[in-house]
């Protein structure tokens, strides 16, 4: 009698499965739809403020605005392209979709906030001062980056839970037939 948790005998390369239960997968999948949903939101957030601190440096100082809110700007366009294809791909093209792609998008949201707050910030720690609404505007960013980086984080755990879950990491030995001899590769010499 072999159970689920034990490795079988028989066939001892073989990982054993980990039991799956329809409603942990179920939960995981509203979690990254609820994810999904602040992600956005926060994402037209901070393009919203971002938006509103570039048009205060083109129109009132008629200066470039600063680097950190360029990159703020970009990643939350970024941000809405990859929750179109993260969630669009899987329904309406599941051919072009790949569970890596799909974990380097998750992380590569992630860094990209965490590198735009903190560019942000230290640019904030270096002005003379910080007055207005277009300087509260800039906090507020600085603050929905470190929860867009939070959010990001965590979506991104729950896809690599999900990859283990389906065994997506685990190593094949594609050398060997399932009884475990080497495939011949010619006959031998008489």
């Known amino acids: 009698m072999t159970t689920n948790t034990h490795k079988d005998t028989r ?5 054993p499965r980990l039991p799956q239960s329809h409603d942990n997968m179920q939960t995981s999948k509203t979690a990254t739809l609820a994810l999904r949903v602040a992600q956005a939101t926060a994402a037209f957030v901070v393009l919203g403020l971002t938006a509103y601190v570039t048009k205060w440096y083109n129109v ?3 200066s470039i605005p600063p680097p950190p809110i360029g990159w703020l700007l970009f990643v939350s366009l970024f941000t809405i392209l990859s929750i179109g294809v993260l969630e669009g791909f899987p329904r309406f093209a599941p051919r072009f979709f790949h569970p890596y792609a799909a974990l380097s998008l998750e992380f590569g949201n992630a860094l990209f906030y965490l590198a735009g707050f903190v560019s942000l910030a230290t640019y904030m720690s270096g002005l003379l001062f910080c007055r207005g609404s277009v300087c509260g505007a800039a906090r507020a960013d600085v603050a929905f980056g470190i929860i867009q980086f939070i959010l ?3 979506s991104a ?7 283990f879950q389906k065994g997506a990491f685990r190593r094949q030995d594609k050398t060997k037939t399932p009884l475990g001899v080497s495939p011949m590769k010619e006959a031998p010499a008489p």
């Open 11 to 15: 066939f001892p390369h073989r990982m």
């Open 152 to 154: 990001w984080i965590a």
């Open 60 to 62: 009132d100082t008629m």
């Open 157 to 163: 755990a729950l896809a690599v839970k999900d990859l």
